[in-house]
């Protein structure tokens, strides 16, 4: 018999809300959009501008470890090159005192405390001092000559291992820092990727125009330098406007900040620190009047940039990624103080 059942009819109150839900989701997506508008060109420039001051600021605290690194590396080598030739030298000790023990025994036995040495464990027989006087006085010369390179052995051993573990910390510290740039750099690049095609052009070339203004003939008065050296580097990074800013660079084709003004100074055979933090106290502290041609210039209250004052107002520096090696206007930048090399 055929059913006179009606169909079930859909739930008109459960979709009416969902239709209720979706139309609010369409309004708040709306709403969203409304609130945050595309950012101006002048304001992604502005983010960037930061961003490129934050990865400046890592790269210093990179080029600090790097240095670290440097100096670790090479006082691990000269410690292993140390112990190298300590060993060879305890080898030949202890080959010497064998050929005593060989020649005395030929000649009637071998004295029990030196059999004890030329044990399986000579270490053991160092505790035993007492025992030196019942050798000869060569045969005592020569076990305590091997009993001081043993001793010096171990601490530079001991010495090596520490240093090891340095340079382990600092690389790992490194690559945590190489990466914090890196995701700057690329965050930085991100934002301008938002702007069109004519909006990142125009960037380029106000940048371009900045670069341009440099490498033309620059007002830099007649103020004299402080000191011969301090002219030599000036003049040395004066033929290196134009080069192009790369972090963690010290020349001759690119340079960071302080790869730029320690590379100057190198050219005037005054080696300075490697991090704009070091070579703010390199010299003498001075204030803004007091400066003249050559001295460094620290900017910023953690002193993460440094340039070379230029004379008549303006610095000389490598100034952010994307940018060339020129001058600029001491104002542009918070100053801190000169330093005089």
């Known amino acids: 018999m055929a059913s006179h059942r009606r169909p079930k009819q859909p739930n008109r109150t459960r979709v009416t809300v969902l ?16 609130a945050e508008p595309k950012p101006s060109k ?25 240095e670290k690194q440097e100096k670790l590396q090479k006082q691990v080598s000269n410690l292993q090159d140390s112990v190298a030739r300590g060993q060879d030298e305890l080898n030949k000790l202890r080959d010497t005192l064998g050929t005593m023990a060989t020649a005395q025994y030929r000649t009637g036995g071998m004295d029990p405390s030196l059999q004890l040495f030329l044990s399986s464990d000579p270490d053991s ?8 006087d019942q050798l000869s006085s060569k045969q005592t010369e020569a076990l305590r000559k091997i009993q001081s390179k043993q001793r010096a052995l171990a601490q530079q051993r001991e010495e090596a291992s520490d240093k090891l573990k340095d340079l ?10 190489k990466k914090k740039i890196q995701g700057k750099l690329a ?15 125009e960037l380029a070339e106000e940048e371009e125009r900045a670069n341009r203004a440099s490498a033309e003939r620059v007002d830099l ?10 002219a030599a580097a000036l003049n040395a990074a004066a033929t290196k406007v134009g080069s192009p800013y790369v972090w963690g660079a010290t020349g001759p084709n690119s340079f ?6 320690s590379w100057a100074y190198s050219q005037a055979g005054v080696s300075l ?7 703010a106290n390199a010299g003498t502290r001075l204030s803004q009047s007091e400066l003249a041609p050559g001295d460094l210039v620290i900017f910023y209250s953690d002193l993460h940039h440094v340039g070379l004052y230029a004379g008549n107002g303006q610095v000389l520096h490598a100034p952010k990624p994307g940018a060339n090696v020129r001058y600029e206007s001491i104002n542009n930048m918070p100053f801190m103080f000169g330093v005089r090399v």
């Not at 239709?19 to 409304?34: C, D, E, F, P």
């Not at 992604?44 to 990179?62: I, M, R």
């Not at 008065?221 to 301090?230: L, V, Y």
């Open 19 to 34: 239709t209720a839900t979706a139309a609010a989701a369409v309004a708040l997506t709306s709403q969203a959009a409304q």
């Open 42 to 66: 002048e304001e992604v420039k502005a983010k960037v501008d930061k961003l490129y001051e934050e990865a400046e600021h890592a790269t210093e605290k990179y080029n600090g470890a790097k």
């Open 125 to 132: 027989y160092l505790a035993k001092a007492s025992a030196l």
């Open 168 to 177: 382990e910390d600092t690389r790992k510290e490194l690559g945590e820092k």
């Open 187 to 201: 965050e930085a690049q991100r934002l301008l990727n938002t702007l069109t095609a004519q909006e990142r052009q």
């Open 221 to 230: 008065g007649s103020s004299p330098s402080a000191s011969s050296r301090a």
């Open 256 to 261: 960071d900040c302080s790869g730029l003004t």
């Open 273 to 279: 620190p490697r991090t704009s933090q070091a070579q």
